[in-house]
């Protein structure tokens, strides 16, 4: 268990609205990640952060905002929800001992925008 | 962009037999990692490889980093029901932290 959560942990919403997604560490790593999993995509980074304020965009930023105001807290927003945003979204962290490189995921959130 | 290809797509095997899947690239990648997911969960890392021709092993789980730095596999031996789900390979190219890609998995489904 790496100590991490996600919440929430399912949500249905409507096109248009806003929806923010919250991911929290209890392990102090420095890295954080967003990855969207869809069936025959397999998992693709929307943005990560290699710090507090600090982050990046990933290969579907398209549409998704993050933030981070705490070393244990990173947060993805959806600013107007669109059904191409449905799918099941993961955290992950990376940079505590050993490699950066090494990622570890949270349970997930299944979003369903209609 | 990068690109991994995963194979097989799936598997279906019987219990007690050995079980090999791959990942290969047509570019170099810094590090191999490769993660099981069960249904309605989050990967969960099995093996983590980081220099050319590492072989690594966790319990049955054997994984090697390819000497070209194009590919990795991974075997299972002697897989038990358990050892369904999905496994994706994830390599790192470059010097960023947001390199990381994932193959689109082997779904392993073992008859009991």
């Known amino acids: 268990d790496a100590g991490i959560t996600q919440s929430p942990r399912h949500k249905v919403t409507e096109t248009g609205t806003p929806v923010t997604l919250r991911c929290h560490q209890t392990?102090?790593?420095?890295?954080m990640y967003w990855y969207r999993q869809d069936p025959g995509h397999g998992l693709r980074l929307i943005h990560y952060s290699y710090g507090v304020k600090d982050t990046d965009k990933g290969e579907v930023s398209d549409g998704y905002s993050v933030s981070r105001s705490k070393t244990e807290d990173f947060l993805l927003t959806l600013e107007s929800a669109t059904s191409s945003q449905t799918s099941v979204y993961f955290c992950?962290?990376?940079?505590?001992?050993?490699?950066?490189?090494?990622?570890?995921f949270g349970p997930g959130t299944r979003l369903t925008v209609l | 962009g990068q690109q991994l290809n995963q194979s097989p797509q799936s598997m279906f095997i019987q219990e007690g037999e050995d079980v090999s899947m791959n990942c290969t690239s047509s570019?170099?990648?810094?590090?191999w990692l490769w993660y099981k997911q069960d249904p309605g969960e989050g990967p969960v890392l099995l093996i983590a490889?980081?220099?050319?021709?590492e072989l690594t092993s966790n319990g049955r789980l054997t994984a090697q980093f390819g000497i070209t730095r194009k590919d990795s596999f991974l075997n299972i031996s002697a897989s038990i029901p358990s050892d369904v789900g999905i496994y994706f390979c994830?390599?790192?190219?470059?010097?960023?932290?947001?390199?990381?890609?994932f193959g689109k998995g082997t779904k392993l489904s073992v008859k009991p």
């Open positions: 994830a390599g790192r190219y470059g010097g960023s932290q947001g390199n990381l890609i």
């Open positions: 490889l980081y220099k050319a021709g």
């Open positions: 992950a962290i990376s940079g505590l001992a050993g490699s950066t490189d090494t990622q570890y």
């Open positions: 392990e102090n790593h420095r890295y």
């Open positions: 570019s170099i990648f810094n590090t």
